[in-house]
């Protein structure tokens, strides 16, 4: 039980200090690998919760995935780091406001028998539970048109984000199904007779 808290304690103060850092950070690229640390340590600490599926989602979806897309726009991107710092304190009590009340509800949360605030304890179903096969039953079942309703969601932004950024250029070469489907083939090949050498 001690290995297991300190593993926990060990996640969280990595997760906290690269989520500070996220924020600090004078260098957008640098920020971002830190928030590649920051999902590293969260799916650990949902590895801890027995929680594998979302754990190997997370770095799969996060890491493998938005994170490597961030990094690729802000390395291609000509960011202005000095316009960007601009309006920086401005939303700092907006800022300050967030971050209270989120640390008040962790306090809550974690600190909850302290205070003699009853929370509700997480079951123990034992080693055979498969928590995969429980989320997709939720899903499927209590939650579909949330489900379903998420997906299209996602669909109408994948769409807008291609019809956004498609261009259309006069020296790009693309090729015409129909006039494929119409060619003969007396339009592609032409027989030419070449006299040999000994002129036959």
């Given amino acids: 039980m001690f290995f ?42 949902w590895m801890l919760l027995r929680a ?5 989602t997370l770095v799969l ?30 939303y700092l009590p907006l800022g300050a406001t967030v971050g209270i009340l989120m640390a008040a509800e962790m306090v809550l949360v974690l600190g909850g028998r302290y205070f003699d605030i009853m ?3 997480p ?11 429980e989320l997709g039953r ?24 291609i019809a956004l950024t498609l261009r259309h250029r006069k020296d790009t070469k693309n090729q015409d199904p129909s006039a494929q489907v119409r060619v003969r083939a007396a339009d592609r090949v032409r027989i030419v007779s070449i006299p040999s050498e000994d002129g036959r």
Wanted: charged residues 10%; negative net charge; aromatic residues 16%.
């Fill in 138 to 161: 939720l899903l499927y079942t209590d939650y579909m048109f949330a489900f379903e309703l998420a997906a299209v969601v996602l669909l109408v932004a994948i769409v807008a984000a």
């Fill in 119 to 121: 929370l509700p304890r």
């Fill in 61 to 90: 979806v996060y890491v493998g995935a938005v994170m490597v897309l961030f990094l690729f726009v802000v390395m291609m991107l000509d960011i202005n780091l000095e316009r960007l710092r601009e309006g920086f304190w401005s």
């Fill in 123 to 133: 079951k123990d179903y034992g080693a055979a539970y498969s928590n995969t096969k």
């Fill in 52 to 56: 594998e599926f979302l754990a190997i």
């Fill in 4 to 45: 297991e808290a300190a593993t926990f304690y060990f996640f969280a103060a990595v997760l906290l200090v690269a989520a500070v850092a996220v924020v600090t950070a004078r260098n957008p690229v640098h920020s971002a690998l830190f928030l590649v640390l920051a999902f590293f340590t969260a799916s650990a600490i």
